[in-house]
């Protein structure tokens, strides 16, 4: 299966300040990238699409202004969560799908912000 | 409505026992269904995967079945051993919908 990394694995900021998290495909050029979001005991909720060389497809209730997403290249995409806020603060996994019907999953960024 | 749901929600088993995952899905039109073990605080990492004509696939420990019909799903894990405690993720996706739709997941914990 696809490699997918991640960093950095951990992060502590303090509120307002900006996080970027890094998202690559090691081994697989991706078109087609996944951000989701985790909260302590609950399971993944998908965030937004990214996509190679075009806007974002946000879910619901995600503020694009928020967490702005970059996927500049097929082997990276980026997270940077703005103005962050201690509500923020939670487990952040991106995953690449090759197909559409196959997840990677990389191993995930803690962001706690103080 | 897509829905998946997964039973039961935690889980506690000795060390060496078997145990039942169960996950149920009411997803539309259907392509296929992934198990993940996802470890405390890492990424998920798929066990298996099946699809609309599979029953049955293994994975060492770990055999999962699939009933389309009755649109369910369960992962047995056999000879537990203290690494298998992790949260265990249903996802079913759609076809051609580039959509995936996870179910809640069950946290199991294997104690000595």
């Known amino acids: 299966g696809a490699v997918v990394s991640q960093h950095p694995s951990r992060v502590i900021c303090k509120s307002g300040t900006s996080v970027k998290i890094e998202c690559r495909s090691l081994?697989?050029?991706?078109?087609?990238m996944f951000w989701y979001r985790q909260f302590p005991k609950q399971s993944l909720m998908l965030m937004a699409t990214s996509n190679e060389g075009s806007k974002a497809t946000y879910e619901q209730g995600v503020e694009k202004d928020k967490f702005l997403i970059n996927h500049a290249s097929l082997t990276l995409s980026t997270l940077t969560v703005t103005s962050a806020h201690p509500e923020d603060s939670s487990f952040y996994i991106c995953?690449?799908?090759?197909?559409?019907?196959?997840?990677?999953f990389g191993p995930g960024t803690r962001l706690t912000v103080l | 409505k897509n829905q998946v749901e997964q039973s039961p929600q935690s889980l506690i088993i000795l060390e060496g026992k078997n145990c039942t995952l169960q996950?149920?899905?009411?997803?539309?039109?259907?392509?296929?269904l992934r198990w993940y073990k996802q470890d405390t605080g890492r990424g998920p990492v798929s066990l298996t995967i099946?699809?609309?004509?599979?029953n049955t696939k293994s994975n060492g420990r770990y055999t999962a079945t699939l009933d389309a019909d009755t649109k369910q799903s369960s992962l047995h894990i056999t000879a537990s051993q203290l690494s298998d405690s992790a949260s265990y993720i249903c996802?079913?996706?759609?076809?051609?919908?580039?959509?995936?739709?996870f179910g809640s997941g069950t946290k199991l914990n294997v104690k000595p």
């Open positions: 996802v079913v996706s759609a076809i051609n919908f580039n959509k995936f739709y």
């Open positions: 099946m699809t609309f004509s599979e």
């Open positions: 996950c149920n899905y009411t997803v539309s039109p259907f392509s296929n």
């Open positions: 995953s690449v799908g090759p197909g559409t019907d196959t997840q990677y």
């Open positions: 081994d697989f050029q991706a078109t087609t």
